[in-house]
């Protein structure tokens, strides 16, 4: 059974740091685009950022280039988020997913395996 499980969430003030975590079983995904999206209450879950099986093509949304790092130790299965200079209107659920894919994709219906999510909540 493929489970995604997410770490690191949680309230940090403004300007602040958090490192969300997201630790897979069930099977390797060495080969795989991973992502991150995050979802507002009452929007669209959104893509984040994302990147290739080997780590070595990146990709960010445009709200958070420059702000956060994707990366992943295939040794441990695991993908990361690092999110410094966080603001206010990164509040959200964050998500990460699993592509059975290995080049970039965006859209979360090219996403195959979930986890539950993690709160990420940025005070003023």
């Keep these: 059974?493929?489970?995604?499980?997410?770490s690191g969430g949680g309230l940090v003030q403004a300007g602040g740091s958090l490192r969300l975590s997201c630790a897979a079983s069930g099977r390797t995904f060495s080969n795989?685009?991973?992502?991150w999206f995050?979802?507002?209450p009452g929007k669209d879950r959104d893509i984040v950022a994302a990147?290739?099986?080997?780590?070595?093509?990146?990709?960010y949304a445009?709200?958070?280039k420059g702000r956060f790092t994707i990366s992943r130790d295939n040794a441990k299965n695991t993908v990361y988020?690092?999110?410094n200079s966080l603001k206010?209107?990164?509040?959200?659920v964050?998500?990460?997913?699993?592509?059975?894919?290995?080049?970039?994709v965006r859209r979360p219906t090219e996403y195959n395996y979930w986890g539950q999510g993690t709160q990420v909540t940025v005070s003023s």
Aim: overall charge negative; charged content about 15%; glycine content about 10%.
């Design 1 to 6: 059974q493929v489970q995604l499980v997410e």
């Design 32 to 35: 795989n685009a991973m992502g």
């Design 51 to 59: 990147i290739t099986g080997s780590g070595g093509s990146t990709y």
């Design 38 to 40: 995050r979802q507002a």
């Design 94 to 104: 964050y998500y990460c997913a699993a592509s059975t894919r290995y080049i970039i």
């Design 81 to 83: 988020l690092q999110m």
């Design 88 to 92: 206010p209107e990164d509040t959200a």
């Design 62 to 64: 445009d709200s958070v």
